[in-house]
Nanobody
Framework: QVQLVESGGGLVQAGGSLRLSCAASGRTFSSYAMGWFRQTPGKERDFVAAISRSGDSTNYADSLKGRFTISRDNAKNTVYLQMNNLKPGDTAVYYC??????????????WGQGTQVTVSS
């Protein structure tokens, strides 16, 4: 079993930055791709970014390219999401996930509990 624990969420003003972290335990971290998704009340959980097992390949939701950066440190069993120039529309609960790399939720087997990000205008 794999456990994923997100941290780093909080309240930030528009234009600010946050870095989310997701610490993994259980199975070998480097054996699976990682992704970030986000969800607002009443809406679907949307893809944000994904990174390959080695970290040498990434992909992003088109609307977030240039502002968000996903990275991972396999030695620390941690994946990160650096979020810059945040906008009120980025307000959501952010989830990390582990599994097969892609943009679709069903490709990911393991999920964290989520961390709230709130961007004020």
């Amino acid at each position: 079993q794999v456990q994923l624990v997100e941290s780093g969420g909080g309240l930030v003003q528009a234009g600010g930055s946050l870095r989310l972290s997701c610490a993994a335990s259980g199975r070998t971290f480097s054996s699976y791709a990682m992704g970030w998704f986000r969800q607002t009340p009443g809406k679907e959980r949307d893809f944000v970014a994904a990174i390959s097992r080695s970290g040498d390949s990434t992909n992003y939701a088109d609307s977030l390219k240039g502002r968000f950066t996903i990275s991972r440190d396999n030695a620390k069993n941690t994946v990160y999401l650096q979020m810059n120039n945040l906008k009120p529309g980025d307000t959501a609960v952010y989830y990390c996930a582990g599994g097969s790399r892609g943009t679709i939720r069903s490709l990911y087997e393991y999920w964290g509990q989520g961390t709230q990000v709130t961007v004020s205008s």
